[in-house]
Nanobody
Framework: QVQLVESGGGLVQAGGSLRLSCAAS????????MAWFRQAPGKDREFVTA????????DYADSVKGRFTISRNAAKNTVYLQMDSLKPEDTAVYYC???????????????WGQGTQVTVSS
């Protein structure tokens, strides 16, 4: 069974940077894609970015394109989310997810991390 453990996050001023990590353990051959979603208070969970572990193909939400970068260490089954030029509207709980294919729909991901809080102050 796949387990996801997130690290990073915290409080940062607008314009600053943070880096999130997500390490997967378990039956890694059962998934090929890892993604980040986020959920702000009172809002639905939304797709942020995703990457395939074998090919490194990426996808970004328009709201973070050019500011966030997803990368992976396939050998370690770990993905990273480098977040630059952070804005107050990026404030949310960020969740790591694992699934079989690169897709934006959250219900296609079958393993989720516990979430990590990112707060951007103005």
């Amino acid at each position: 069974q796949v387990q996801l453990v997130e690290s990073g996050g915290g409080l940062v001023q607008a314009g600053g940077s943070l880096r999130l990590s997500c390490a997967a353990s378990g039956r890694s051959f059962s998934f090929n894609c890892m993604a980040w979603f986020r959920q702000a208070p009172g809002k639905d969970r939304e797709f942020v970015t995703a990457i395939t572990l074998r090919g490194g193909t990426t996808d970004y939400a328009d709201s973070v394109k050019g500011r966030f970068t997803i990368s992976r260490n396939a050998a370690k089954n770990t993905v990273y989310l480098q977040m630059d030029s952070l804005k107050p509207e990026d404030t949310a709980v960020y969740y790591c997810a694992a699934g079989p294919v690169l897709i934006r729909q959250s219900n296609m991901y079958y393993r989720w991390g516990q979430g990590t809080q990112v707060t951007v102050s103005s």
